[in-house]
């Protein structure tokens, strides 16, 4: 799934439902890494939206790491705020799903 996979809509859902949520991987100065992308995609593939904190990246460097990540792990990214990044990636099984894009009716 990439990016622009996640309407505009669908984006401002998913961060709603990441507000309460913490940072689970954190970039450090290492950067992106295979073992910090496995950890990663472990977390996608339990929790599908997750948060990830870029600690010590000006904002030009965070946009390109927040691209890599999404690229890497075949996620979107529901939004990019300060130095934490919201991505989700919707489980491959339909019967694991937890969390639907879309914004359902109230």
Same mark, same amino acid.
């Given at each position: 799934?990439?990016?622009?996979?996640?309407?505009?809509?669908? %984006?401002?859902?998913?961060?709603?439902? $990441?507000?309460? =949520?913490?940072?689970?991987?954190?970039? !450090?100065?290492? /950067?992106? +890494?295979?073992?910090?992308?496995?950890?990663?995609?472990?977390?996608?593939?339990?929790?599908?939206?997750?948060?990830?904190?870029?600690?010590?990246?000006? %904002?030009?460097?965070?946009?390109?790491? $927040?691209?890599? =990540?999404?690229?890497?792990?075949?996620? !979107?990214?529901? /939004?990019? +705020?300060?130095?934490?990044?919201?991505?989700?990636?919707?489980?491959?099984?339909?019967?694991?799903?937890?969390?639907?894009?879309?914004?359902?009716?109230?």
């Amino acid at each position: 799934m990439a990016d622009d996979t996640l309407s505009s809509t669908e %984006r401002k859902h998913l961060r709603g439902l $990441a507000h309460s =949520l913490r940072p689970v991987i954190v970039v !450090g100065k290492n /950067g992106v +890494t295979d073992s910090l992308c496995a950890e990663a995609d472990r977390a996608l593939d339990n929790h599908e939206l997750i948060k990830v904190k870029l600690q010590g990246y000006d %904002r030009d460097e965070r946009k390109v790491i $927040a691209a890599e =990540l999404t690229e890497r792990l075949r996620a !979107g990214l529901a /939004g990019l +705020t300060g130095n934490v990044a919201v991505l989700f990636r919707q489980n491959r099984d339909p019967e694991q799903r937890k969390i639907s894009p879309k914004p359902t009716g109230h």
